[in-house]
């Protein structure tokens, strides 16, 4: 039988990074190609603990059926600590917990985007995402970043030239995959922006508490007084992405029908790592183990950045303070696909820049590398191969 | 701001069933609509010896980040015990892991569905799928339930006069919410008309494993030698629907569209719960457990049909021989809405048989009841109750 796909589709292809993954499998072969948290940065101990009491307590209340909206402690709870850590959500705002962050841009397409409905996003931008709007069919309109952010005259262009444009997709802090972080005032500008050519903002925060240095910027969800902004945050990065738990805080209304998208989906999200999510951070000290993370990953990040500039003086990187991934750019006219190609070859995966881009097929001079799952040895030799071969590249 | 929500999305409702949930909160009403399987079901204490060796060897193993397709050993433990049990799969198959069967239901309506492509199910059919089907801008083409299955004369005419059928979607054992099994007979005639009609089968076999009495019949994907059948099984009924893991066995040009769909969705099934369900499966006594649930399950159902007997007689049923529901109708002429209505202001609630129609406002006489929730003492009020109005209302 000739099988027939929808039409949303049929186009559809195995995200880059995965057929990177595949090379990245082979134990000799160094992988900076992957966005995994490294394993010393899991509570493990405390999540056994956990996971013990509650079997020895209730097991049932893990095990039966649950609601769709989430464990309602968890959710009370992130409304109380998002309001007063960071200004997130209001009285006309609800908490629902998703399968992973992805599932919140799953949602906000399935109830949000009609056929060729336009979605403006960041270029580049990370993949997987890019890659729920497209089997959603939404079309993708990509606005360029710059160290502070969006460009602002093309967001507004975008919105003045695309018609139906639902949403703008963003990642605020130490964007994926650029590193990028974006200015107060672009926050801000962004907001408004939205507000003028009414269009929703899809604010997707995952590694907004992976900060290293600085203060934390206000996130745009925290001005949001018309009700115009989904907030998505995730526990992946900060307590353990296997469990697949995280949040969106939406306006009531497209939370309600995010819900009943849910329903569909997956009816609730496993109900065993809602509780671990929940009493990991209101029973433990989570304030002192996002401390440990920003330490362990802080001293990652500045090993690679020296690494870069010890071994890789020809490859430009942007210099970071948060998150997991360092956006490296080769001078114009060198062949970026062949340089990657080149990696593989010797062993050092990165991830190519064109797969973050609204157009797989445009050129790019950049490529991703992520620094929290290897080890410091793998790092080093995988920044030293690197190195040569920007060498050999680049005259 | 006024929010527009997509095509598909607009006119979803929260599930009737939800809805009848709210009254069943109350801890006086008797519920006798959802389809919870019973705590006493649940092996609770293999799953917590499970988790605790699991977090005493590698919990590194259920923390990070994992594979769309599923944890290897449960996928091939999953084709062996299959194949070798029950026929199901061959070399051109595949297995997926899902978040749950609703998610194979969602994944397939993404992959497969385009704007108003029929999907011909069983009338009545379970809320939860049709739901799912709704969300994709499905249309729905419903065929009356025989004691016996779907009624074949009809299932053919919609195969003919509908144009755009994309799958014939059906509950062969215990269907939700009829109880009725199809019988062999039907099985290969419906499997004959898909193939003579070119369209595929989605067969859901949840209950399949709670048979009370008499032989298991063959599964439709078992007569698979055309790839044409998608296949789905779940853990909810025989470990627990907390863990939300399910599984489709698929051909392999469609499980290859439908991974790439459910990375979108979720990335991948939480791993702990995979984990819980392979070493449950693969290293415990599974078939001595599944006995017991259907000793378990036999008896309450007895009972159920017992009370019905003494306590209601005006009402009649479908008898069974498996599953967790019993499919109740009125006398032609009485107000079945009134009646379900009736029994909420005493107490006690069932859900209405339009709830499961394709056009929920079509009428019916009939509705649900689920006796694997309650416990015999709430079973035995609840019954007796629905007698009393029964009584009042059937003349």
């Known amino acids: 039988m000739d099988y027939v796909f929808s039409e949303r589709a049929k186009n559809l292809k195995p995200s880059a990074i995965r057929e990177i993954f595949k090379y990245a499998a082979d134990p000799e072969v160094v992988s900076l190609s992957a966005g995994n948290p490294s394993p010393e940065a899991f509570p493990s101990k405390e999540i056994a603990e956990i996971s013990a009491k509650i079997f020895a307590e209730n097991p049932t209340s893990v095990l039966q059926y649950s609601v769709t909206e989430g464990y309602t402690p968890l959710r009370e709870y992130l409304k109380d600590y998002l309001k007063s850590s960071q200004n997130i959500g209001s009285e006309k705002d609800e908490i629902l917990i998703t399968s992973g962050a992805q599932q919140v841009m799953d949602l906000c397409s399935k109830a949000l985007l009609n056929e060729d409905d336009v979605v403006v996003c960041e270029a580049p931008s990370f993949i997987g995402s890019l890659n729920t709007f497209r089997s959603y069919n939404g ?3 990509g606005v360029t970043v710059e160290p502070d952010g969006m460009n602002m005259e093309e967001l507004e262009n975008a919105l003045k030239s695309n018609k139906n444009v639902k949403f703008i997709y963003t990642i605020p802090n130490y964007q994926n995959p650029s590193g990028v972080t974006m200015s107060l005032e672009k926050r801000k500008k962004l907001y408004e922006l939205a507000l003028k050519y009414s269009v929703l903002i899809l604010e997707d925060n995952p590694y907004g508490e992976l900060r290293y240095s ?4 206000p996130s745009i969800k925290s001005f ?17 992405p296997g469990l697949r738990v995280a949040y969106t805080v939406a306006p009531r209304e497209i939370f309600q029908k995010l819900v009943v998208c849910k329903q569909g989906s997956d009816v609730h999200t496993n109900i065993w790592a809602q509780r671990i999510c929940y009493e990991f951070i209101a029973n433990y000290d989570f304030e ?13 990040a500045d090993f690679c950045m020296e690494l870069l500039d010890k071994y890789a003086p020809k490859i430009k990187y942007h210099k970071i303070d948060g998150g997991l991934f360092i956006w490296c750019s080769l ?4 062949d970026m696909p062949e340089f990657c190609k080149t990696a593989v070859e010797n062993k050092v995966c ?21 620094f929290s799952t290897p080890d410091d040895v793998q790092l080093e030799k995988g920044i030293k191969i690197l190195g040569k071969i920007a060498d050999e590249y680049i005259k």
């Not at 600085?214 to 910027?217: A, S």
């Not at 001078?331 to 060198?334: K, N, V």
Request: with cysteine; aromatic share 8%; hydrophobic share 35%.
């Open 214 to 217: 600085g203060e934390p910027l």
């Open 139 to 141: 079309r993708l309109a």
């Open 350 to 370: 990165v991830v190519p820049g064109n797969a973050f881009l609204t157009d797989e097929n445009q050129s790019s001079q950049c490529f991703r590398i992520n």
């Open 331 to 334: 001078p114009e006219g060198t």
């Open 288 to 300: 002192g183990h996002l401390e440990k993370l920003r330490s362990i990953y802080r001293k990652k």
């Open 224 to 240: 949001d007084t018309e009700g115009i902004v989904i907030y998505a945050g995730s526990f992946s990065k900060v307590v353990a």
